[in-house]
């Protein structure tokens, strides 16, 4: 069955400080795989995707992801946090079926420290 | 574009009680979710719908009903309402195989 781990529930980082939220899924498969951000009291909106091609991909905001079949990962990244990027962030991945269903992590939520 | 929305934005109800969450989404997508979203459990799928008339059941199905007699809307029922309903329901919407489109929730609690 197809799961994802987010192992860390709560990261601060300093406004300025790179920052790396890890993710792993299990899939047998190549997944699709996503994340997605969501503020204090909104939806979720998607900063990147990974379907296909350069395991390196850019998404919304400055954020970017790499995916790494070896280690079944796909970390995001981002050099230099703003504290506008405090929120919860989820992993998600899906299997490209007919049902097109997602399986989200537990998310991680991200504080900015001044 | 509106995208998805969903109404209502809040509500309370009493145990027992029945209600309606209404999903829109204006993009012509084919596929359509509910999903439940409590702290620590990130976000979990109650049911979804592959097309108009259709509908299947997600990971946490048990005492909700879901409706797609359009293809524009995915209506969530709850017939009997209880404490462990208390949530936050978003729905979401999206082409085959291809990102999901989130609307903004509704906040739901329980008495």
């Known amino acids: 069955a197809q799961s994802v781990t987010q192992p860390d529930i709560h990261i601060t980082v300093s406004e300025g400080a790179s920052l790396e939220l890890r993710c792993n899924y299990s899939?047998?498969?190549?997944?699709?795989l996503f994340w997605y951000v969501q503020s204090p009291g909104q939806g979720l909106q998607l900063l990147l995707k990974?379907?296909?091609?350069?395991?390196l991909v850019q998404g919304i905001k400055g954020f970017e992801a790499e995916f790494k079949r070896s280690q079944s990962s796909f970390n995001l990244r981002k050099p230099s946090v703003h504290w506008s990027d405090a929120a919860e962030y989820f992993c998600?991945?899906?299997?490209?079926?007919?049902?097109?269903?997602?399986?989200f992590g537990k998310g991680t939520k991200l504080s900015v420290k001044p | 574009n509106a995208g998805v929305t969903q109404t209502p934005k809040f509500r309370v109800l009493k145990t027992g009680q029945s209600m309606t969450l209404l999903c829109a989404q204006d993009?012509?997508?084919?596929?359509m979710y509910w999903y439940r979203q409590d702290p620590g459990m990130g976000l979990r799928l109650i049911h979804y719908?592959?097309?108009?008339?259709?509908?299947a059941k997600g990971e946490v199905p048990d005492g909700y009903n879901v409706s797609r007699l359009k293809k524009q809307n995915f209506l969530l029922g709850l017939e009997s309402a209880a404490p462990s309903q208390t949530s936050v329901y978003f729905c979401?919407?999206?082409?085959?195989?291809?990102?999901?489109?989130f609307g903004p929730g509704t906040r739901l609690t329980v008495l």
């Open positions: 998600a991945v899906g299997s490209g079926g007919s049902q097109g269903n997602l399986i």
């Open positions: 719908s592959v097309g108009e008339g259709t509908t």
């Open positions: 979401a919407s999206s082409y085959v195989n291809n990102e999901q489109f």
């Open positions: 990974y379907f296909s091609g350069d395991t």
């Open positions: 899939y047998g498969a190549t997944p699709y």
């Open positions: 993009m012509n997508h084919e596929y």
